[in-house]
């Protein structure tokens, strides 16, 4: 486990402008929402929070400019409210698009679910972006880290095992942190973070999903950072608000020191 466990938060956004379930919410309230639910976050002890358009439905794999637009006002907004490093995750596999709209915003890091390989998801076949993610970032001058997806849990992965996908998104994609989750739950997820550590040695593992109250304690003790969003909601509901007393929680939960 690293020193400086990461505790990342994720900002379920409502439908956005581009999204075919657009309710027409203004994007200043949902900017607003946001940066409370943000604040709530920081106040709850989260090291970092994560914005994503996870609401959009049916998703795309790369969308249009309206969302870029709406993502970027909404990452803005939380940027300028907390001190935390922001994140951001776009569509189900837009990586050039959430790393455009994090160096735009300031934030520090994005999600991609499929840097490298192939998988099968709702939308069909989703390609890994490396290439298209390297080339933007090459382009604009982001300094952004790239958090990848180890068979990330919306889709399929075709063809590949674990170590190779782990191995390939750092060797391959350059990502910086990568992400694992099981389906199965938080222990088998953490099996396979200390299998691949073997393998990558040299970069952070995170478990991507399926943490509770009740696993926290576990994943703090067997991997560097965990990504909650339905465990710290005040329903299931796509878009619901983060509820403090239980992010509140969740945040007690940290080693004593960490940032």
């Not at 995170?206 to 991997?223: E, F, H, N, P």
Request: glycine share 10%; with cysteine; aromatic share 4%.
């Amino acid at each position: 486990m690293s020193s400086s466990f990461r505790l990342v938060g994720v900002l379920h956004l409502p439908p956005l402008p581009g999204a075919v379930n657009y309710a027409g919410t203004p994007v200043r309230e949902i900017a607003a929402r946001a940066v409370e639910d943000a604040l709530a976050l920081q106040r709850a002890g989260f090291t970092h929070v994560m914005v994503q358009d996870a609401s959009d439905m049916p998703q795309a794999v790369r969308v249009d400019a309206p969302t870029v637009a709406a993502l970027s006002v909404v990452g803005a907004a939380v940027t300028n409210s907390v001190y935390l490093p922001i994140g951001v995750v776009v569509g189900h596999n837009d990586g050039p698009s959430a790393v455009a709209i994090a160096h735009a915003v300031g934030a520090r890091f994005v999600r991609v679910k499929v840097l490298t390989g192939v998988s099968i998801g709702p939308t069909g076949w989703i390609e890994g972006c490396a290439h298209d993610v390297a080339a933007v970032r090459r382009r604009i001058g982001a300094d952004v880290e790239v958090w990848a997806d180890v068979h990330e849990a919306t889709s399929l992965a075709l063809a590949s095992t674990p170590g190779w996908a782990a191995r390939e998104a750092r060797d391959f994609g350059r990502a910086d942190v990568l992400v694992v989750t099981r389906d199965s739950g938080v222990p088998d997820a953490l099996t396979d973070i200390a299998e691949l550590r073997a393998l990558v040695p040299d970069v952070p593992f995170v478990v991507g999903g399926r943490v509770s109250l009740a696993t926290i304690d576990a994943t703090v003790a067997g991997a560097d950072g965990a990504i909650l969003g339905s465990a710290i909601k005040r329903s299931s509901a796509p878009d619901a608000r983060v509820d403090p007393e239980v992010a509140a929680r969740f945040g007690a939960a940290l080693p004593t020191g960490t940032p």
